[in-house]
Nanobody
């Protein structure tokens, strides 16, 4: 069992930055693939970024590539999402997820946090 708790969301102006954090506890965090997903009102949940245990496999969605960066600290059991140059379309609830295989599909992730709201105002 893995417990995930996101933090760092909030209200930011267009062009601003936020850093989301996800604290993991439970089974061995370092073995898991960690991902970030988001869901805007009225829309389906979508993939944002994911990273394997060692970081050899790291993927960012095209919509955030060059602006967002996923990272992880296996000693602290933390995963981060640095978000720069934020746009109104980035407004969503952001979820941290843990899985056993690298994937951009949410169905492949077994554990989820409750999410943190990010709102970008224009």
């Amino acid at each position: 069992q893995v417990q995930l708790v996101e933090s760092g969301g909030g209200l930011v102006q267009v062009g601003g930055s936020l850093r989301l954090s996800c604290a993991a506890s439970g089974r061995t965090f370092s073995r898991d693939v960690m991902g970030w997903f988001r869901q805007a009102p009225g829309k389906e949940r979508e993939f944002v970024a994911a990273m394997s245990r060692t970081g050899v496999w790291t993927v960012h969605a095209d919509s955030v590539k060059g602006r967002f960066t996923i990272s992880r600290d296996n000693v602290k059991n933390m995963v981060y999402l640095q978000m720069n140059s934020l746009k109104p379309e980035d407004t969503a609830v952001y979820y941290c997820a843990a899985g056993s295989a690298g994937s951009t599909t949410d169905a492949m992730y077994s554990y989820w946090g409750r999410g943190t709201q990010v709102t970008v105002s224009s």
